[in-house]
T-cell receptor, first 115, second 114 residues
């Protein structure tokens, strides 16, 4: 069974600082990788996803993530955060090639951005 | 984007009663929906996969007789927590699959059992 680990529970940054949220997974086969974001009072939304091809994936709102297969990692980055990026971020993995396969989520990282 | 709703958003019930939570895909049809449970400061844990017109597939450790799932149409799945107890208090979230790759999540239902 797959598992996902997010290293930081709570990250606090000032506006314009750079962001990197760690995500490591354990699964021996092909995986699909996701980052979801949950803004305060709202539901989970897809930020970006990786299935195959270029390991550097660009998502919405200036976020990107890099899949490093050798490290079993899929870290989320943003060069310059904004106050509106304050939210909880979840990394998720799905066994590749599985239609409608289940998602396994990490513990989540709360990001607080101070203006 | 695709919208998924849940009703109710919040429910408080007495121990021993049953509670039904609805999950609807508002602008698309979903043959597959998922039910998750989220404990405070923890991740979402998949409870079951709900397939339209067939029995749900439950994850290991989830009591199927406790958490009844019905997916009667392509836009509606329901989760019924039977004989609820305080330990069932949690945040329940559903998602609906659009195509093969993407799940859209509902806003969640906060259940409190007294």
């Amino acid at each position: 069974a797959q598992s996902v680990s997010q290293h930081n529970h709570h990250v606090i940054l000032s506006e314009a600082a750079s962001l990197e949220l760690g995500c490591n997974y354990s699964y021996g086969g092909t995986v699909n990788l996701f980052w979801y974001v949950q803004y305060p009072g709202q539901h989970l939304q897809l930020l970006l996803k990786y299935f195959s091809g270029d390991p550097l994936v660009k998502g919405i709102r200036g976020f990107e993530a890099e899949f490093i297969k050798s490290k079993f990692s899929f870290n989320l980055r943003k060069p310059s955060v904004q106050w509106s990026d304050t939210a909880e971020y979840f990394c998720a993995v799905r066994a590749g090639g599985t239609s409608y396969g289940k998602l396994t989520f990490g513990q989540g990282t709360i990001l607080t951005v101070h203006p | 984007g695709a919208v998924v709703s849940q009703h109710p958003s919040r429910v408080i019930c007495k121990s021993g009663t049953s509670v039904k939570i609805e999950c609807r895909s508002l602008d698309f049809q979903a043959t597959t929906m998922f039910w998750y449970r989220q404990f405070p400061k923890q991740s979402l844990m998949l409870m079951a996969t709900s397939n339209e017109g067939s029995k749900a597939t439950y994850e290991q450790g989830v009591e199927k007789d406790k958490f009844l799932i019905n997916h009667a149409s392509l836009t509606l799945s329901t989760l019924t927590v039977t004989s609820a107890h305080p330990e069932d208090s949690s945040f329940y979230i559903c998602s609906a699959a659009l195509g093969v790759d993407t799940q859209y999540f509902g806003p969640g239902t906060r259940l409190t059992v007294l």
